[in-house]
């Protein structure tokens, strides 16, 4: 079974627009990070936001948002007024806290991506 | 100053041949990873090692052996190159706990011929 599903493959947005990007995750661990990557037309990977599963307060960094809703198993992305640039794939993933002392090298498992389109 | 540097950023090969991707971080993090990212864009985690000790080791052919002489550098040796190889790998490191992000190299397109 997946444990990170984008059920988005594709989104156009006008822009300055508002965009939700979908993320559910599967697991059973009670402890667990969520975190959303950009990755631009270039190719790299830009770390967006991080949310803790114990985190009572959904994170924000400037225009991007999490909503997490925890007995949903959801950690949607939010991007507030949206701009050209922000076209690109976006990827949810997740940290489990697994077997290794603190869970930190136990890697990230990625969603397949949402290709996001900001249209002037 | 860059944080993860990875080389060669681009690598055309023929097949049945080894190669080596370089890997480097100068965050001072303890735990590095190599991913592999298909021609779909879907990436998955192929190894992480922490303090230069082998934490995981995806199924992941035999003919790929990560190495790792100190805690800032992380290597890909792939022998005898497969046309089904050919991916974006990318070197990410991390401070080791479960809270923080894994910081990425630019990647490395390899293409098999």
């Known amino acids: 079974a997946q444990k990170i599903t984008q059920t988005q493959p594709g989104m156009f947005v006008q822009e300055k627009e508002a965009v939700t990007l979908d993320c559910t995750y599967d697991t059973s661990d009670p402890s667990y990070g969520l975190f959303w990557y950009k990755q631009p037309s270039s190719g790299e990977m830009i770390f967006l936001i991080y949310?803790?599963?114990?985190?009572?307060q959904n994170a924000t960094e400037g225009r991007y948002s999490l909503n997490f809703q925890k007995a949903r198993k959801s950690a949607n992305l939010v991007i507030s007024a949206s701009q050209l640039g922000d076209s690109a794939m976006y990827f949810c993933?997740?940290?489990?806290?697994?077997?290794?002392?603190?869970?930190?090298?136990?890697?990230?498992?990625f969603g397949k991506g949402t290709h996001l389109i900001i249209q002037p | 100053d860059t944080a993860v540097s990875q080389t060669p950023k681009y690598l055309v090969t023929q097949m049945g041949n080894d190669k080596s991707i370089k890997c480097e971080q100068n965050l001072g993090h303890d735990t590095m990873y190599w991913y592999k990212q298909d021609s779909k864009k879907f990436l998955k985690i192929m190894f992480s090692?922490?303090?230069?000790?082998?934490?995981i080791n995806e199924t992941v052919p035999n003919r790929f052996s990560p190495k790792s002489p100190d805690k800032a550098h992380l290597n890909l040796h792939i022998n005898s190159l497969e046309l089904g190889d050919s991916a974006v790998y990318f070197c990410?490191?991390?401070?080791?706990?479960?809270?923080?992000?894994?910081?990425f190299g630019q990647g490395t397109r390899l293409t098999v011929v």
């Open positions: 090692y922490n303090n230069k000790e082998l934490i």
């Open positions: 949310q803790g599963s114990y985190d009572q």
């Open positions: 993933a997740m940290r489990e806290a697994g077997m290794y002392s603190g869970g930190g090298a136990d890697g990230l498992t």
């Open positions: 990410a490191s991390s401070l080791g706990n479960m809270n923080t992000e894994a910081f």
